[in-house]
């Protein structure tokens, strides 16, 4: 490393590269060659964002760059000339980018020929570039890596609303990066993991089937990703080696893990010190355990600490004896009674002997009538038996069981029992814990209704002699952000489709999906261009949508009377068409629907024959597939995304529609 720093300082000394300062510049440095990018390879997500950038301003051209020591690399570049697309980049000293370092926020150079900075350029003087609107690529550590920029060979601006519109490119940019980066570790991670365990063979098979469990993880990454477990710490957390690697151990820790000790072992780990302490941890099922922990640096040859092993024991046992003062605590009445949820003490066969003053309100019964009964009587479960049982087994047990009232109502109730032990570790009692859960429940159900409701909404298949038309529709909780509409206007044989795909998730993204519906639905029977009809409903969800929402869409409209076909593009970036056999994928960028009024959009045109077909489909399914995985036939269309909509990788709403022209 020294040895590139000493290169880097030595590119740092020209005079038309600049920077703020040469030791935030160094770590800005350092930031980027850790990310494992590879630098002089263009891809096609990068290339998604930059047509779209190019489209939505209007301008000549769009990059997406990596300002290296020396070079300035084009991980994306769209409208320019060949030879500067196949070097992938340009020297330092050309860069606009790098102006963005001193800046440290996006700016304009409205002009080049004006500005002192840059008249002298090559790529200025060769009439490339008059007009430089860029906004930072920022990791999460506060370092720009480089830019999403657009540029154009004549003067031009960008209005505070067009480039909060470009920092949202940008945001979606950064997020390829970093996905792309969490890959490549765990791709490195692995590898040498892999060679560590190769060079100490026995002590491989030694921690491998050792009965504590054991962890490996990578001190030269941040947050100290897991690369290696044994099968003693599956057993112990329940959590498989594919589960962990690649993550730090904080998924053990939860709602009761104490916090200063948290802070103690990340203070250790920061000082690359040895630890030794007890700490409350959660299983995958979350059940709770003490975790007596152990950590160690490991020191390779040269002195450096590329690895820390972790060893665990389960201690609950134990900790379960020494905390046998517990159920003395829970039944000191003023505290008992004080605490706000409902909670029950029963004996270790079930027996009711003691409640707080939260109970009594619900169950309409005394203190007094309480005492002795079973717990059967007040809560309506199964057996009571092999609760009881695996409580103490597990240590806790959480369930939903109805509450009976002295009037026999019937309450909805999550419960929590939690096993306590006497000082010699047999089971001794146990404390119910009671949730009323008749909101919650209430909640679900109307939310199943509205989401049944908003399926009952939407227009039916439509199948005749000249068409036929058809819809998947699958909301990934109950409610979707996804709709779909169209309108056949008899008269002049026409069929104009839309498909919806709004921002996010849940109800309110379910009635904002409603609204734009609506609108679509209104707009769809005015005689308007596709063109005009996209950009009035645009305009009429910018006042509505709340701050950083979204739509995306997709519109087309027919003519069933000669197959021509007019459509817009809207953030539905994809769509696919049968013609003459063969199934088509075709990718096309066009504005975001509800970010600003004077949004320009972009009509295409395209004709159908008789047996040609037309698939639309919402993200929750196109990046699930690679565009060319589309099959062909109309039917297996239908089955395919099916599949894919119920077999996601990451869960979200799905929508698809199939256009079959018979005649």
């Known amino acids: 490393m020294k040895d590139k720093i000493a290169e880097w300082k030595e590119h740092l000394q020209s005079p038309k590269i600049v920077y703020p300062d040469i030791n935030q510049e160094i770590d800005r440095l350092r930031s980027i060659h850790q990310l494992n990018l590879e630098l002089d390879c263009q891809e096609d997500p990068f290339d998604n964002i930059t047509e779209l950038a190019k489209s939505m301003f209007g301008l000549e051209m769009a990059l997406i760059t990596i300002v290296d020591s020396d070079w300035q690399w084009f991980k994306s ?53 008059r007009f430089y609107a860029g906004t930072p690529l920022r990791l999460s550590d506060g370092h720009i890596i480089g830019s999403l920029c657009v540029l154009d060979s004549q003067p031009n601006h960008l209005t505070e609303d067009q480039f909060d519109q470009l920092e949202k490119l940008a945001n979606w940019a950064m997020t390829e990066i970093e996905v792309k980066q969490k890959v490549q570790d765990l791709t490195d991670q692995q590898k040498s993991i892999n060679e560590l365990l190769e060079r100490n063979a026995y002590l491989t098979a030694g921690i491998e089937h050792s009965s504590s469990s054991i962890v490996i993880t ?54 690359l010190t040895p630890i030794h302490t007890e700490i409350l941890n959660y299983r995958k099922n979350g059940e709770p355990f003490w ?40 039944e000191k009445d003023r505290l008992f009674n004080a605490l706000p949820e409902l909670i029950i003490m029963l004996d270790n066969k079930g027996q009711i002997h003691n409640a707080n003053s939260r109970l009594l309100p619900f169950s309409g019964y005394t203190l007094t009538e309480l005492m002795n009964k079973p717990i059967t009587e007040l809560i309506q479960t199964e057996e009571l038996s092999p609760i009881i049982d695996a409580t103490f087994n597990q240590g806790n047990l959480s369930f939903e069981g109805t509450l009976i009232s002295k009037e026999n109502e ?12 006497g000082a010699d570790g047999t089971p001794s009692s146990i404390v119910a814990i009671g949730e009323d859960i008749r909101d919650r429940l ?9 989401g049944r409701l908003q399926k009952e909404s939407l227009q039916p298949n439509i199948q005749n002699d000249q068409f036929t038309l058809q819809f998947l529709h699958e909301a990934s909780n109950y409610v979707s952000g996804d709709s779909y509409g169209y309108d056949f206007d008899h008269n002049q044989n026409r069929l104009f489709i839309y498909l919806i795909d709004m921002m996010g998730h849940g109800v309110a993204t379910a009635l904002q999906t409603s609204t734009i519906n609506l609108l679509f639905n209104q707009i769809s029977r005015e005689n308007l261009t596709v063109k005009e009809k996209v950009e009035w409903v645009n305009k009429a969800c910018v006042p509505i949508f709340p701050s950083a929402y979204f739509a995306t869409a997709f519109c087309a409209d027919i003519d069933l009377n000669t197959g021509d076909m007019t459509y817009v593009a809207a953030g539905i970036n994809f769509f696919a068409y049968e013609k003459d056999g ?78 079959k022209w018979h005649q």
């Open 582 to 659: 063969e199934t088509i994928g075709e990718k096309v960028p066009g504005p975001l629907i509800g970010l600003q009024e004077e949004m320009e959009f972009t009509e295409h045109q395209m004709t159908l024959n008789p047996g040609d077909a037309l698939y639309l489909m919402t993200d929750g399914i196109y990046e699930q597939i690679d565009t060319n995985e589309v099959p062909h036939g109309f039917d297996k269309y239908f089955k395919f995304v099916e599949y894919v909509s119920e077999n996601q990788i990451h869960s979200d709403d799905a929508t698809a529609i199939g256009f």
């Open 218 to 271: 990578d001190a030269k990454q941040p947050n100290n990703p897991i690369i290696y477990v044994n099968q003693a710490f599956t057993e112990l957390t329940g959590y498989e080696p594919d589960e962990v690697i690649g993550y730090n151990c904080k998924m053990l820790q939860g709602d009761d893990t104490d916090q200063g000790t948290i802070n103690y072992i990340r203070s250790c780990i920061q000082n």
């Open 442 to 450: 209430q909640l679900q159900k109307d939310v199943e209704y509205a």
């Open 291 to 330: 975790n007596e922990l152990i950590i160690n640096p490991i020191t390779d040859d040269s002195g450096d600490i590329p690895y820390f092993i972790g060893i665990q024991q389960d201690i609950t046992k134990r900790k379960h004896i020494e905390q046998g003062l517990v159920k003395e605590l829970f």
């Open 77 to 129: 570049c769209i409208g320019l000339p060949d030879q500067l697309e196949k070097d992938g980049g340009t020297t330092r000293d050309k860069s606009f980018c790098q102006y963005l370092f001193i800046e440290n926020k996006r700016f304009q150079v409205e002009d080049a020929l004006e500005d002192s900075r840059f008249k002298n350029n090559p790529l200025v003087t060769e009439g490339l570039i």
């Open 410 to 421: 019937y309450l909805p109730f999550q419960w929590n029992f939690l096993a306590l032990r």
